[in-house]
């Protein structure tokens, strides 16, 4: 599967959706909330020509009413991808400088793998971005349905639509979405992925996300650098 090629349309678009809907909504950027709040501004990233346009529509109806959160930010929409990598590898760093019995050398973050590896991630991340857009329970069965058809407009990989249909229509379980991790440094960006989709002032989102972390098995001095390092990325620039 081809998973990297669609994650990385998908945090890329955030930051055009963003600047779409503060175009039409002056004063109010982003908060228009709930998934009819984003329906004028997702008629026109559908009209669009290429994948841009579509992962837009596709990040619009995964995020739901969470369009005026945290994406608002630069941690997920600077670089797709590789910004995930690189928040995880400074939250990593700055873990293992500070205890004595967390393990050493570099850390083998996204950004620093090769493809194969980075295939992997990748399907961890999306993994977990399809969750935790479920945590607050918005996602009904109409909506499923409408991601899956613009999902499936991005990619022409008949295993990952497929794959994609399935992660969509499971029970939201973070003991099943933590299995993918197969490593530390994976853990750890699938842990800030969800950091950026939900609302933690939500109870059911915090709930999740704390249920996510212990599944992960990430120590809590690491499950609070993450936290941090998002943090300094959503307020920087």
Same mark, same amino acid.
């Given at each position: 599967m081809n998973t990297r090629g669609l994650l990385d349309q998908l945090l890329k678009s955030g930051q055009d959706l963003l600047q779409n809907k503060a175009g039409q909504n002056p004063g109010k950027g982003a908060a228009a909330g709930g998934l009819?709040?984003?329906?004028?501004?997702?008629?026109?990233l559908l009209s669009g020509a290429g994948g841009g346009a579509l992962a837009g529509g596709a990040m619009a109806l995964l995020l739901g009413n969470k369009s005026a959160r945290k994406l608002g930010g630069k941690a997920l929409t600077y670089g797709g991808l590789a910004a995930l990598g690189v928040?995880?590898?400074? /939250?990593?760093?700055?873990w293992q400088a500070q205890?004595?019995? /967390?393990? =050493?050398?570099?850390?083998?973050?996204? %950004?620093?793998?090769?493809?194969? =590896? !980075?295939e992997v991630h990748s399907q961890g991340i999306l993994k977990a971005l399809v969750a935790a857009a479920k945590a607050d329970g918005h996602v009904d069965a109409r909506e499923r349905q409408l991601i899956e058809g613009e999902l499936v407009k991005l990619t022409? %990989? /008949?295993e990952l639509q497929r794959w994609l249909e399935a992660e969509l229509n499971k029970p939201l379980d973070p003991a099943e979405v933590a299995r993918a991790a197969t490593?530390?440094?994976m853990a750890a960006e699938m842990y800030i992925a969800s !950091?950026? #989709?939900? %609302?933690?002032?939500?109870? #059911?989102?915090? /709930?999740y996300l704390e249920e996510l972390a212990?599944?992960?098995?990430? %120590?809590?001095?690491?499950?609070?650098?993450?936290?941090?390092?998002?943090?300094?990325?959503?307020?920087?620039?």
């Amino acid at each position: 599967m081809n998973t990297r090629g669609l994650l990385d349309q998908l945090l890329k678009s955030g930051q055009d959706l963003l600047q779409n809907k503060a175009g039409q909504n002056p004063g109010k950027g982003a908060a228009a909330g709930g998934l009819g709040g984003l329906s004028g501004g997702l008629g026109s990233l559908l009209s669009g020509a290429g994948g841009g346009a579509l992962a837009g529509g596709a990040m619009a109806l995964l995020l739901g009413n969470k369009s005026a959160r945290k994406l608002g930010g630069k941690a997920l929409t600077y670089g797709g991808l590789a910004a995930l990598g690189v928040i995880a590898y400074k /939250a990593y760093g700055n873990w293992q400088a500070q205890q004595a019995q /967390a393990p =050493q050398g570099e850390p083998q973050t996204l %950004d620093r793998l090769p493809a194969p =590896q !980075v295939e992997v991630h990748s399907q961890g991340i999306l993994k977990a971005l399809v969750a935790a857009a479920k945590a607050d329970g918005h996602v009904d069965a109409r909506e499923r349905q409408l991601i899956e058809g613009e999902l499936v407009k991005l990619t022409h %990989d /008949a295993e990952l639509q497929r794959w994609l249909e399935a992660e969509l229509n499971k029970p939201l379980d973070p003991a099943e979405v933590a299995r993918a991790a197969t490593s530390p440094e994976m853990a750890a960006e699938m842990y800030i992925a969800s !950091v950026l #989709m939900v %609302d933690e002032e939500h109870f #059911m989102e915090r /709930a999740y996300l704390e249920e996510l972390a212990r599944q992960l098995k990430l %120590d809590p001095a690491l499950k609070s650098q993450l936290e941090a390092q998002v943090r300094v990325e959503l307020n920087a620039g």
